[in-house]
């Protein structure tokens, strides 16, 4: 079946830096979802992205779908403190998300 | 504009009790989807749900467990005989149509603890 992997497990992060998380497909991808879920909170839906190559950006967070759709990347630049949390990428094939393990992330200030 | 509704929030119960988990999906939707995330871990797909029918179950154990949508009422996702393995966060989502295209709302998850 299909499997969706995240780098790094855990991102410990100097405010204020930046850094990326990356997520890695098994298999060709119809679009790929990212969420957030604070500690404690459920996850939030942040984006999708659909086409090949596609690039997104909200603020500081700037979204990249590979070329094969089978690889995505999420870049936050100069790190808050609210970014803490967890950040999952979701592989749409056919109907089903499947998540990956998800970033951690924590910040220092 | 209520959102994904779950409840109860928490949920204790000894070994071999059962637990019932109910989701009502936000107005408009008549997709639902479970998910299972323990500790430290990703969100594990269980089933995705229409109103009155079961569409996918394959991530969902094949005995103790199983989930219905009913024409009227939320979904409700039950555990017969629970075990101590069976403690973790249950999130329930919600989408307007098949997830082609679709994100998912979630709702604020049961988190059942079993003794």
């Given amino acids: ?109 | 504009n209520a959102g994904v509704m779950q409840n109860p929030r928490h949920l204790v119960r000894r070994r071999g009790q059962e637990a019932r988990l109910r989701c009502s999906p936000m107005k408009g939707h008549s997709h639902v989807y479970w998910y299972r995330q323990l500790p430290e871990e990703g969100l594990k797909f269980m089933v995705y749900l229409q109103k009155e029918n079961i569409i996918d179950e394959s991530g969902m154990p094949k005995e103790r467990f199983s989930a219905e949508f009913p024409k009227e009422g939320p979904s409700i996702l039950r555990i017969q005989q629970v075990v101590r393995g069976d403690s973790a966060a249950y999130f329930c989502a919600s989408s307007r149509d098949r997830a082609q295209n679709e994100k998912l709302f979630f709702g604020s998850g049961t988190q059942l603890s079993v003794l």
């Fill in chain 1, 1 to 109: 079946g299909q499997q969706v992997m995240q780098i790094p497990q855990y991102q410990h992060v100097q405010e204020g830096e930046d850094f990326t998380t990356y997520c890695n497909s098994s298999t060709t991808l119809s679009n790929i979802q990212w969420y957030k879920q604070r500690p404690g909170g459920h996850p939030v839906f942040l984006i999708q992205l659909v086409k090949s190559g596609e690039v997104k950006k909200q603020k500081r967070l700037t979204f990249q779908f590979g070329e094969a759709k089978k690889n995505s990347s999420l870049h936050i630049t100069a790190t808050q403190t609210t970014d803490v949390g967890t950040y999952f990428c979701a592989g749409l094939n056919d109907y089903k998300l499947s998540f990956g393990a998800g970033t951690t992330v924590t910040v220092r200030a």
